[in-house]
């Protein structure tokens, strides 16, 4: 348990709280890293100013999820392909939708967060912000305290990147957690940003009534992503009304009543207007004014703190994992993260390892991705063959009548191992994981196809793609490999 120094020598400027470990956060890599120690019989202080749960349970995954599904509902009964079925789309309640939302977010947040420390009493939540102001010995101030730990895991998390646009500051610009907690739905918005989160927000208010525009930089949305992908889903955006504008570079904002954004494409200056601006061009780390620099605790070009593979930082004894360490933002990797620095501040040698790491993006049709994408593998000198299976050919995808996407199998030549596999469907995100399986344990093709696969199931996809290396599936008859 936290132990406390006798009054007297706290009077004389002792340290008042002595602690195994301390951690700065309160999301997901922070609560990892507070149950580990826990759970190695360590006694934990955990540290956090503002509201409990992190990103994903208050601005992230879990707000825009619940609003995507919410769109899609609605969607579903404006636009189905079933004769017989009939389905009637009234208004939208918007100020109810959020009001659902903001339920939600609470109930995860009490249950996932406030209410799992109950279970951990050697844990301690410090409700304020705090500050390092020692390495040797450790030492954070926080709510008039002086804690004393043994070591220090920095889990403080991120928040949206703004970037440096003509005129963009001083306008009432929305982040993504502004855009998520809406009090009005706007007739039209800009979206500045074709990854995940951009899209994400921008088919949620288009299917909803907003007009949409998205703007990317890159020549394809998603651009981390595999090109085939990217372009794929443009069409089908635009097909769900939004229109999408890529291969763009935004040069100026402005604000008069409403947004103007001007961007140059193909050499030309163009503008589109809009009620509401969305700005969606990535990640921050909130790694200042924690007392870190004067510790020499080192930082990237972009201010992201630079940790080893066992999660250590620059200086002994501290450490640093989820989002505030720039690795991939998701929070499955978070906690992970915080997990391994946990377990290495005390003594394990674990080694981070995000080469099988599954990502996904929530629009409709979904991108799963999991290994290498087919540039990534020419650049990297590896000889590689690949074969794009429509869902055409997807028995369940024809039951259901929705066969938009494919899948998308990168082989190493000779060999046949899977190098990586990339899934644009309404259900790639739990089509997945198959696929995460065989990039880790690398398994080959022969592997997959030798591979009992349920008949009628979406993941059967995985196994038709594999058989597309040497064979016409179309002349396959119904689970026939």
């Given at each position: 348990m936290?132990?406390?120094?006798?009054?007297?020598?706290?009077?004389?400027?002792?340290?008042?709280?002595?602690?195994?470990l301390i951690v700065l956060g309160g999301g997901s890599a922070a609560f990892a890293a507070a149950i580990q120690a826990a759970?190695?019989?360590?006694?934990?202080?955990?540290?956090?100013?503002?509201?409990?749960?992190?990103?994903?349970?208050?601005?992230?995954?879990?707000?825009?999820?619940?609003?995507?599904?919410?769109?899609?509902?609605?969607?579903?009964?404006?636009?189905?392909?079933?004769?017989?079925?009939?389905?009637?789309?009234?208004?939208?309640?918007?100020?109810?939708?959020?009001?659902?939302?903001?339920?939600?977010?609470?109930?995860?947040?009490?249950a996932?967060?406030?209410?799992?420390?109950?279970?951990?009493?050697?844990?301690?939540?410090?409700?304020?912000?705090?500050?390092?102001?020692?390495?040797?010995?450790?030492v954070v101030e926080a709510g008039g305290e002086r804690l004393s730990g043994r070591r220090l895991v920095v889990a403080t998390g991120s928040r949206p990147a703004v970037p440096p646009i003509d005129g963009l500051q001083g306008t009432p610009y929305w982040t993504s957690t502004e855009?998520?907690?809406?009090?009005?739905?706007?007739?039209?918005?800009?979206?500045?940003?074709?990854?995940?989160?951009g899209l994400e927000i921008a088919q949620f208010y288009a299917r909803v009534g907003s007009n949409v525009t998205v703007i990317e930089a890159m020549d394809h949305l998603v651009p981390l992503e595999d090109a085939d992908v990217g372009s794929a889903l443009a069409s089908w955006l635009e097909a769900d009304g939004l229109r999408i504008i890529t291969g763009a570079t935004v040069r100026s904002v402005s604000h008069d009543g409403e947004f103007t954004?001007?961007?140059?494409?193909?050499?030309?200056?163009?503008?589109?207007?809009?009620a509401r601006l969305l700005v969606a061009t990535g990640r921050s780390p909130n790694a200042a004014g924690f007392g870190l620099e004067k510790l020499g605790v080192g930082t990237d070009r972009r201010g992201f703190i630079v940790t080893d593979e066992h999660q250590a930082t620059s200086v002994d004894g501290i450490y640093a994992a989820g989002d505030v360490t720039g690795h991939a933002m998701f929070v499955?990797?978070?906690?992970?993260?915080g997990g391994l620095a946990a377990r290495n501040a005390f003594g394990e040698s674990g080694r981070r390892d995000l080469r099988a790491l599954p990502?996904?993006?929530?629009?409709?049709?979904?991108?799963?991705?999991v290994g290498l994408t087919e540039e990534a593998a020419e650049a990297t000198g590896i000889s590689c063959s690949c074969r794009v299976l429509p869902l055409?050919?997807?028995?369940?995808?024809?039951?259901?009548?929705?066969?938009?996407?494919?899948?998308?199998?990168?082989?190493?030549?000779?060999?046949?191992?899977?190098?990586?596999?990339?899934?644009?469907?309404?259900?790639?995100?739990?089509?997945?994981?198959?696929?995460?399986?065989?990039?880790?344990?690398?398994?080959?093709?022969?592997?997959?196809?030798?591979?009992?696969?349920?008949?009628?199931?979406?993941?059967?996809?995985?196994?038709?793609?594999?058989?597309?290396?040497?064979?016409?599936?179309?002349?396959?008859?119904?689970?026939a490999g």
């Open positions: 936290v132990q406390s120094p006798p009054a007297s020598d706290a009077r004389k400027g002792a340290l008042n709280v002595q602690t195994d759970e190695m019989g360590k006694t934990v202080a955990l540290v956090e100013g503002g509201t409990i749960g992190g990103t994903c349970v208050n601005v992230g995954c879990v707000p825009s999820k619940t609003l995507i599904a919410a769109a899609a509902a609605r969607q579903a009964a404006q636009n189905h392909p079933f004769r017989g079925i009939s389905t009637v789309a009234d208004g939208v309640d918007f100020p109810a939708v959020i009001g659902q939302k903001d339920d939600l977010v609470r109930e995860l947040r009490q996932k967060y406030i209410d799992v420390l109950k279970s951990y009493p050697s844990v301690r939540l410090v409700q304020a912000m705090g500050r390092v102001v020692s390495a040797e010995p450790l855009a998520l907690d809406a009090a009005e739905l706007p007739e039209s918005l800009i979206v500045i940003g074709g990854s995940a989160v954004v001007t961007f140059e494409e193909d050499g030309r200056n163009e503008r589109v207007h809009g499955y990797v978070a906690a992970y993260e990502r996904v993006t929530f629009t409709d049709p979904q991108v799963a991705a055409e050919y997807v028995p369940r995808a024809l039951a259901s009548r929705d066969t938009r996407g494919f899948v998308k199998i990168v082989a190493e030549v000779g060999t046949g191992k899977v190098l990586g596999v990339h899934i644009l469907a309404p259900d790639a995100g739990e089509m997945i994981q198959p696929a995460v399986f065989a990039v880790k344990y690398e398994m080959t093709l022969d592997d997959i196809r030798d591979n009992f696969f349920p008949y009628l199931t979406m993941t059967e996809g995985l196994k038709l793609a594999a058989l597309a290396f040497t064979k016409d599936v179309s002349k396959l008859s119904c689970c």
